[in-house]
């Protein structure tokens, strides 16, 4: 009975221990959470104030660096603005080079094309009048054939050979005949010669174009020749004038 008595007493206190530091145990818990829920404390960094002798450095800097760099531009390298100008002007002169051939090669081209158009068109002239020298022969022997047959004694062999009773007026016949053919040759021998003298001032023309555009073909190819030897004389000459770099 006593023994009961005594565990039921342990039990109790026991008891009201645990109880208590759950209590202590829970009141803690809850002051933490109200610390971590406060809002925190935000505090404003100092200004930084400069000292007047940090500006009066700073400024002296800056104007120190604007004066190098103001020097440094207007003292710069001479001979680098020459080498730079003498550079530009030799681009400048082989440009000009340049378009002064392509204006020299388009231009024979041109000259080119004119001369073979000369030269055939005075081959074309030559073979007309060929043909025109041609028919002036033939007209002039046809023209010699009627003059013999125009005199008398010829036309009176003709006439006797054809049987009539009025041999008179078969030799005036044929005679008109004669004549009015010996008329249309010859006016066909005068065509023939103004045709011959007009194509020979052609060909004498023609010649003269040819002859002038190939003296002109030749003349540009010497001048060309000696640009060329000129040109490279001069890129000889400005690579021994160059200096040599100094390592």
């Known amino acids: 009975m006593k023994d009961n008595s005594i565990r039921k007493l342990v039990i109790t206190v026991f008891a009201i221990l645990l109880i208590g530091g759950l209590l202590v145990d829970s ?11 406060s809002s925190p404390r935000i505090t404003n960094p100092e200004i930084y104030q400069p000292s007047p002798g940090d500006n009066s450095n700073s400024n002296g800097s800056e104007t120190t660096n604007g004066n190098s760099n103001s020097n440094s531009s207007q003292t710069e390298d001479p001979d680098s603005m020459k080498r730079t100008i003498r550079t530009l002007s030799n681009q400048v002169d082989r440009l000009t080079d340049k378009l002064n051939d392509m204006q020299a090669s388009q231009q024979s081209m041109v000259d080119l094309e004119r001369l073979s158009r000369s030269e055939q068109r005075s ?9 025109v020298q041609a028919k002036k022969s033939e007209l002039a022997a046809h023209l010699e054939d009627i003059e013999y047959a125009l005199k008398p004694e010829n036309i009176e062999r003709a006439a006797a050979g054809i049987g009539t ?4 007026e078969v030799r005036e016949q044929r005679r008109k005949q004669l004549e009015s053919d010996r008329t249309r040759t010859q006016q066909q021998l005068d065509q023939l010669n103004a045709s011959e003298a007009r194509l020979q001032q052609a060909i004498a023309t023609s010649d003269a174009d040819v002859d002038r555009l190939q003296k002109k073909l030749d003349a540009a190819d010497r001048a060309a020749i000696e640009n060329a030897k000129t040109n490279s004389q001069s890129g000889a ?6 200096p040599t770099p100094t390592p």
Not at 237 to 242: F, L, M
């Open 237 to 242: 000459s400005q690579v021994s004038a160059s």
């Open 27 to 37: 009141a803690a818990q809850k002051r933490r959470r109200t610390r971590r829920r």
């Open 165 to 168: 009773t009025r041999p008179e």
């Open 123 to 131: 081959a074309q002239l030559r073979t007309e009048l060929s043909g």
